[in-house]
């Protein structure tokens, strides 16, 4: 099976930073990975999808890059609403996500 | 407009059964892989079963194989989980996802609590 490690698993950010979280796949998978994000006690949201393609209504300030292991999803400035859980998942084969990383309010 | 409504969900006593069902409307139900994911009180997402648009192609979680049986039926447009033989670790809100390569809609998920 196809392990996902997300880090960090929280982060204290201020409205306007730049933040970054990493996922790393215990193998290589293309670029089968997704990025989503989720509110507490609403489902998730997919944002990133084919490591680097921006779901449709999604705000630009959102964006990922990597292929093979290593990949990474960014917000450019951190906006009020972006205060949420954010879970990669790989889809190379059936479905493995990340622990999730808490974005929190500094 | 896309929607998937999962409905089931309730307390069961450990050892017992309980079957989930997903309604889907506003798309072509047939044309879609379907998944069903699942999350702890307080913990991530964790995927537990997925089966083709066609239902040639099912797999299962190792954490549920077994006990745990995926199925559809296009002509309702309806996606199913039965769980059998509950365990308190199988307590979670249960949630259906379209799409196989990425998931772009999800359901507001079902809760299942497993407890004596």
């Known amino acids: 099976d196809i392990q996902m490690t997300q880090s960090p698993s929280s982060l204290s950010a201020s409205i306007g930073d730049r933040v970054t979280i990493t996922c790393r796949a215990s193998q290589s998978i293309s670029s089968y990975l997704n990025w989503y994000q989720q509110r507490p006690g609403k489902a998730p949201k997919l944002l990133i999808y084919?490591?680097?393609s921006l779901q449709s209504g999604v705000p630009s300030r959102f964006s990922g890059s990597g292929s093979g292991t290593d990949f990474t999803l960014t917000i450019s400035s951190l906006q009020p609403e972006d205060f949420a859980t954010y879970y990669c998942q790989q889809s190379y084969s059936t479905w493995t996500f990340g622990q999730g990383t808490k974005v929190e309010i500094k | 407009e896309v929607q998937l409504v999962e409905s089931g969900g309730g307390l069961v006593q450990p050892g017992g059964s309980l079957r989930l069902s997903c309604a889907a409307s506003g798309f072509t139900f047939n044309s879609y892989d379907m998944s069903w994911v699942r999350q702890a009180p307080g913990k991530g997402l964790e995927w537990v079963s997925y089966i083709s648009a066609s239902t040639n192609t099912i797999y299962y979680a190792d954490s549920v194989k077994g006990r745990f049986t995926i199925s559809r039926d296009n002509a309702k447009n309806s996606l199913y989980l039965q769980m059998n033989s509950l365990r308190d670790e199988d307590t979670a809100v249960y949630y259906c996802?379209?799409?196989?390569?990425?998931?772009?809609?999800w359901g507001q998920g079902t809760l299942v609590t497993v407890s004596s």
């Open positions: 996802a379209r799409g196989r390569v990425s998931s772009d809609y």
């Open positions: 084919a490591a680097s």
